[in-house]
């Protein structure tokens, strides 16, 4: 089993920056983690136009944000409008994204992929991430800069 699996913000990149990036790092495959994967203002991260991107570049895609995304419909996972990670990652759905993920990661070189850079404001960081270091797995953002920030086991959740 790998036990390393890194992240990606798509932002506003350029796209040819973003698949340096993935090429870079020998990704073979994109697991997107948006909830509605589309972007108003990049829409070459949309998913088909990126699918269909990623397939050229022979990087494989999994959607996976319907199980695993960071803005649920359901009202139980939020106080006051902001999500509670900790209810959203007891969740069965949830849970079953997350296996999902796992088992990719056995046999390819996986980075998970959400649209906000900067990972700690967003839920690759404080709900994906954290889901995995409890199993085990080191965990690797890959920066707009190129960049790597490395959370270990050993990483105690900032924000939780």
């Known amino acids: 089993m790998a036990t390393k699996i890194f992240t990606i913000g798509h932002s506003n990149h350029l796209f040819s920056s973003f698949m340096e990036l993935l090429q870079t790092n020998n990704i073979d495959l994109l697991v997107d983690v948006r909830t509605s994967p589309y972007s108003k203002y990049s829409p070459h991260f949309n998913k088909r136009p990126l699918e269909k991107a990623l397939e050229e570049a022979e990087i ?21 409008d902001k999500l509670v990670y900790h209810l959203l990652e007891k969740d069965d759905k949830y849970q079953e994204g997350l296996k999902e993920l796992i088992k990719l ?20 960081h404080h709900l994906i991430s954290q889901s995995l270091l409890k199993k085990g797995f080191n965990i690797n953002h890959l920066r707009g800069d190129g960049s790597q920030e490395k959370i270990g086991r050993d990483y105690q959740a900032r924000l939780f």
């Open 60 to 80: 494989n895609y999994v959607y996976l944000g319907n199980k695993i995304g960071g803005k649920p419909r359901d009202k139980k996972f939020y106080h006051e």
């Open 105 to 124: 990661s056995d046999s390819k070189r996986v980075v998970i992929m959400c649209s906000e850079e900067n990972p700690y404001r967003c839920h690759r």
